[in-house]
């Protein structure tokens, strides 16, 4: 892909040397009386694709809108490529493609037309528009439909238009916000799939409440909960954190008549959660799955195993 070049504002910036190429210090913000941000601290290298997840509300979407110089902080400071969001928005808004969750098309347009003025919003150079829109198109499956005016796409199409109005000035930074979110299966492959390519080649930003799309595609993962960091690391390395070579999965009639402490009590039980009517117990073995049954007794509909994976993470940390 062709690099192209901004003008970039005067103030003091700092280059970074280490590889980072976002940086979150102290990062705080409210809306009234509601904290969304709490003292936020986070650094993102370059060529990463970093997954942020959490429950609604937790601040994932007021986070980015931060880094895209969309909202102001009340107190800290963030970086990308070493331009402050403070001083230097013009040159970080150049920097960035921003899928929103939904994206603003403007639906009179035509596919080509809408990704040509945008092209020409970030200064992307005449000469070379037509065909950067024409690589893009192809890149995400849609020059078929470049004539075609965007309010005729299905939820699917416009996304996969939307991700190439992310790209028009071939970005250094790329964040998805719920890329895949109530797109069919084959669509929602797609885009993954294309989220995948970028690996390495871009700084990418994925925010999903997917476990399983976090899992596959992401680096590292953060778990934002009620504005706060609670866990960070590798998919592996978070689902290791669960201390259990195993997860048992027990459906109950009543969850009160279960006494937490005899499972804990249990030589192999690591921990032990309570999911509606379902119990998840990590174990460090299976040679005392025949006790833990015993003691649900009657209480116990069924009995299922299964190896830990990021959604017990995620279930284990915002709880």
Known sequence: MRHYFFIIPDGDVDLNSDNVMI??????????????????????????????????????????????????????????????????????????????????????????????YFGELYGVPKNTIDERIDELLELVGMSHRADDRINTFSKGLRQRIGIARALIHDPEVIIFDEPT????????????????????????????????????????????????IHDMGTPEYLKEKIHGDIILQIRV????????????????????????????????SREDISQIIDLFGVEAISVNTKEPTLEDVFIQTTQ
């Open 253 to 284: 009639h009543d969850p009160q008549k279960i006494d937490e402490n005899h499972l804990m009590a249990v030589n192999s039980v690591e921990s032990v959660n309570l999911e509606g009517n379902q119990f998840l117990i990590s174990l460090r």
């Open 181 to 228: 979110m109530g797109l069919d299966p084959a669509t929602s492959r797609a885009i993954r799939n294309f989220i995948k390519e970028l690996k390495g080649n871009k700084t990418v930003i994925l925010c999903t409440h997917y476990m399983d799309e976090a899992d596959l595609l992401c680096d590292r993962v953060a778990i934002l909960n009620q504005g706060k």
């Open 23 to 116: 940086k979150i210090n102290s990062l705080n913000k409210s809306f009234g009386r509601i904290s969304a941000l709490e003292n936020l601290n986070l650094e993102i290298k370059k060529g990463e694709l970093l997954g942020l997840i959490g429950p609604n509300g937790a601040g994932k979407t007021t986070a980015i809108r931060i880094i895209c110089c969309i909202l102001q902080p009340n107190s800290g400071e963030v970086t990308v490529g070493g331009y402050s969001i403070h001083h230097h928005q013009i040159k970080i808004k150049s920097m960035i493609g921003y899928l929103p969750e939904e994206p603003n098309l403007y639906e009179r347009f035509k596919a080509r037309d809408l990704l040509k």
